[in-house]
């Protein structure tokens, strides 16, 4: 039995290692499929799909998870939501079925008779790239404790976090 | 130091294999990219993105090799050769140095001022992606000897020879 | 002498019924382009190119106006007003004017000299799709009585009301 | 129960028309999927897709067949074959069933669990797109009896002898 | 030496002129390369590239500036900004330096290794596409001074005020 | 009155330069519009748009004709040859009336009533793109006579003939 967790994973974080664990306790491996993989230098996705590869790797190998699990990437449709579900069968390793919480890829998935499941939240509030780049581009060190230290290491070597800074900067965000 | 390979991998058989152990005493780690992640159901590109990674996790993960090995994707850009290696660097995780004998490869990698190395080739006549579909499609079974135990096996399981042959025939190839 | 009528059609409503029906006493048959082809499940454009293809021919079936009418799709062709008009031309049968009160088209349509004519507004303030699917999403009924019985039967067939729904949540729309 | 045959109908000849009426002696009623919608004026593919929908609704008019017939188009998804399946579903009505000969047709469809039947064949050298527009081609008025009258009488209001023999010059076609 | 300036240039502006100017005081020839380039018909892009060509040329002719000048054009390549520069480096020709006040710009330039350098702003407050394109729609005439005489003129050749108001109109943006 | 000539210019050669010439005695103005802009290091279009751009600008510097001419790009539309006339008048200043003998430009042009008028060739077997890159291909140097000495400085200075070299051994062109 094998699931997928999809996810942009801007940047992976403690949240997602929790839902990998426990999705590994219910299946026998599972595919981390990157989505949005054609999209960076934005502060929603500042990261390039290949710096997300490396991230979840470190983490995952680290963390002796590695054995069970495959990454792979998945680009947007756009709006054409009707085909992702063909896409996401086409750039993914096999699968059984997807564990998701996002609303849109529930409907896209039913609309395409895909299985899924849901994950438990573990500290949504926190757990949260949306909150980890605003910390980052607010300058607060914050978010380091929402990520593994594999994770930090290589946002430091990459300096991510003057580029997550430069483009709140660019987009108004902050 | 770390290294990369790019190959469509249609299948991945016994002389990339070769070619990964023999970069892996050059570099400390590798980068194995699988190019054309775009197309599938073709005799040139039977198998998807999704199955080429599942091929190739299983080889070298019983050879003990993807410990030091990164698995990503690349699509193609078309007729517009100048932008494909700022494509590379977005797909892929970070890398040095390019191990690649295709003179195409290395005219935009040139072009790009991206450096690149040769490889020596093993058998080359053997070991040969297109020499493996054409017998798939004859119906013959040497091709087994040319990819590793766990290609074959995997080709098996999704039904990949009865594919190769389909699609032999829809494009006249034999 | 040929009118087309373009329109998203999400869904198609008795306003755009009238139009048809007004169009076709000044022409001799019309063309029905559905627009945004490509896009699909979102809160905007809930149906698939399909669905609205079924629901108008429902329509024009039993009101006895398919004879008079041909039914055609058009994708968007984002920023890039300029070559729409072609697209039109490409993808639908043979037009002499085009009917539509919406200001961007007639502004492409002016760009690429093709003729276009006023159409008398229905009730326009009930007439509208963005009404009938916040109806939709709120768990109203009122939208059945703005759209013809065949269309209200459809989108109880495939569950569209739980799809706007959904997608209203989705992109917080209510 | 519903059929759908999908073709490029370059030009919809009497072999399409004799499919469709013994798809409608199997199913109540069938979905006309016109392929390679976005491309034209190639030797290949001549006609639009707008002009492909006016002669096919002509014939289906004329045999009093429309009434339980649908028509619509479907993009050409290049090289991803693995994805065209989810297209063909986006872009047209609901279908139970694919009718189709066509191998790559059916491979795709394979790989969607999207089922098929086959469709026998009526004078299969003669009714031919390809014969049709080589006939065209050479000057020969021997296409006329290969399509409905409807068909010719179109052909020739657009002009389409004349632009398929231009195509055959560019393209070195004869 | 050759610099690059890079713009949207809607309109070409005298703040661009100025830059211009400027730039050329610092190396031997200018590259003005025109940005967004498939992008027309919008409030924020009421022009097409071919009429952003002609009303830098023009300007450049009158102000004996043409023969040190190339103009030429880049698409836009969405969110996947990590590619722009090698679409940058694809559609100019020959640049050593880009000169860019943009953040934006500047980021993508970094990730990909090309030098950038800042521009004096001249009278930034005044010298904005945005505040002469709302001059334009608001029917203020005082946009005419802040573009070279050559630029008005073209404008009003081309009924641009008019496209503007409308383009405001359809945006909601006055 | 405003003439428009259209090429691939992979290299601007002497014809193309007569063809320039002939067409300024008849039209006040002459748009030079750059085809299949987005392809490059392919045999058939070994130089990047932006190369082309620099050759075209020197040779008609050096020879006077810069005054009456604009450059301008146009990318290719596929197999979507129904649209192109729109991006032809989206990507280039505006123009009455192309120059052109190319069959396939001729049947879109007529397809979007845009007039055109032919050029007389001048030395056709000579003055040939195909023959000058084979030319170098083969390492005769035979093709400088074919261009004008700014383009063959030019193609000496980005290493041009090594490049058409090595393309024409990846394609096995030779």
Known sequence: MRGLIIGRFQPFHLGHLEAV????????ELVVAIGSANVALTFRNPFTV???IEMITRVLKTEGLLERVHICVVPDTGDMHTVWPAHLRHWCPHFDVV???DLLTRLCLEYANIPYRGIPFFKREEYSGTLIRM????GSNRWRKLVHS?????????GGVERVKKLAQIESVI
């Open 150 to 158: 594999e994770v930090s290491a290589f946002i430091d070597e990459i």
């Open 21 to 28: 664990k426990w999705i590994l306790t219910q299946v026998d």
């Open 50 to 52: 290949g710096e997300r």
């Open 99 to 101: 564990y998701t919480n």
């Open 135 to 138: 910390l980052m581009a607010r």
